[in-house]
């Protein structure tokens, strides 16, 4: 084989795939409750997004940055009229955006140390790598950019403890996704703005698996009523076109002047005409209030058919992110669940992890926990 093995790969290889469902090369059809790591919110090849794709196929792909792209203002319009931020730099991934996000946090305080938490996961270059609180991502790759420390999560004093007059940043998930879909608790958010506007400290929150109305909002801090200095997008934003944005406050805007960051790729236009066709579908109210119905209705099914099984310890779920931590490495459910025809993830070693479409029906909601039972049972 000519590729790294920088993956474990389960046995599927995908022939195609439509709304919820994938098949794989033999026909063999499965319920895709992974999207993609948290990437097709609405869905595999969604209409709207399709055809926005292929309007600009038949215009143009690429013509640099030296040059004005009229979509790029208009989806960035549509992400600051959404959200407390007023300025976007768009890039091709999360760790882009993150890593922007930390630059500019370090340009615009002249500080340099990032706080960021246990459990976390922000990237895999070597500044988001350094910010993800998981030395499984370290191991490795020798000495880790400096000034980074980690707290833990939900916990302000240890928060306080490595806070100092040389801190930039703290650097967040209101939800830990890759962590174990760890919720973040109220008090604590609010401590942490406290702690940030008492010490001059930015607030950077990633949404890169919240955003894009994955936890039943717009983005996930809303569920919190604070406004984050710096906030950052990927994965749902183009529903399967690499993209990635940095978003941030006015004030912070004269630190990202002509010259201060840059990426040929990024903002490109098919990623754009993507991210503006999701954007006029899951910004809308009634597409929220109905992903917040029917994740009601999945907390239903699973408080009736998965938190009594003996195995499951805790279900912890946020809009259409679930973690069903089990007392047992989950490993070998997916691998079961696979077999079943239902395609979910691991959260760490033992927390069963479920990012569905938010266009899926309850039908399918209703067909997957009745998979999971049959698995953990």
Request: proline fraction near 3%; include cysteine; charge should be neutral.
């Amino acid at each position: 084989m000519a590729l790294f093995p920088t993956y474990s790969r389960f046995p599927v290889a995908v022939q195609q795939a439509k709304g919820t469902t994938v098949e794989d090369i033999n026909g063999k059809k499965y319920l895709d409750f992974g999207s993609g790591i948290g990437v097709v919110n609405l869905g595999h090849r969604h209409p709207t997004v399709q055809k926005a794709v292929e309007e600009q196929l038949n215009l143009y792909w690429h013509v640099s940055n030296l040059y004005h792209n009229p979509i790029q203002e208009t989806v960035a319009t549509e992400i600051t009229a959404n959200s407390v931020g007023d300025y976007v730099f768009f890039c091709n991934s999360g760790a882009e955006a993150n890593e922007a996000a930390i630059k500019l946090a370090r340009k615009a305080t002249g500080k340099d140390k990032i706080i960021t938490f246990g459990k976390s996961f922000h990237g895999r270059t070597f500044a988001t790598m350094a910010a993800t609180g998981q030395d499984k991502v370290r191991i490795g790759f020798g000495k880790m950019l400096e000034e980074f420390a980690y707290a833990t999560y939900n916990d302000i004093a240890s928060v306080k403890k490595v806070a100092d007059d040389n801190t930039a940043a703290i650097m967040l998930e209101v939800v830990q996704g890759e962590g174990g879909v760890i919720l973040a608790e109220e008090a604590f958010i609010k401590d942490i703005v406290t702690l940030c506007k008492a010490k001059g400290i930015l607030l950077i929150v990633d949404e890169i698996q919240t955003g894009i109305g994955r936890t039943g909002k717009k983005f996930g801090y809303e569920h919190y009523g604070i406004e984050p200095d710096i906030f950052t997008l990927a994965k749902g934003l183009g529903n399967g076109l690499p993209i990635g944005a940095m978003v941030a406050k006015k004030a912070l805007g004269e630190h990202f002047g002509s010259g201060a960051h840059g990426s040929t790729f990024g903002g490109n236009p098919l990623a754009m005409s993507a991210a503006n066709a999701v954007s006029s579908i899951v910004f809308k109210d009634s597409f929220l209030q109905e992903v917040v119905a029917k994740a009601e209705y999945l907390a239903q099914l699973l408080q009736e058919h998965i938190a009594p099984l003996f195995k499951v310890k805790a279900i912890r779920q946020k809009g259409f992110m679930v973690g069903i931590e089990c007392d047992e490495a989950v490993g070998p459910h997916v691998v079961s669940l696979i077999d079943q025809g239902l395609l979910t993830l691991n959260a760490g070693e033992n927390v069963l992890r479920l990012l569905p479409p938010l266009t899926a029906s309850k039908e399918e909601l209703h067909q997957a926990v009745q998979l999971i039972k049959v698995v953990l049972k």
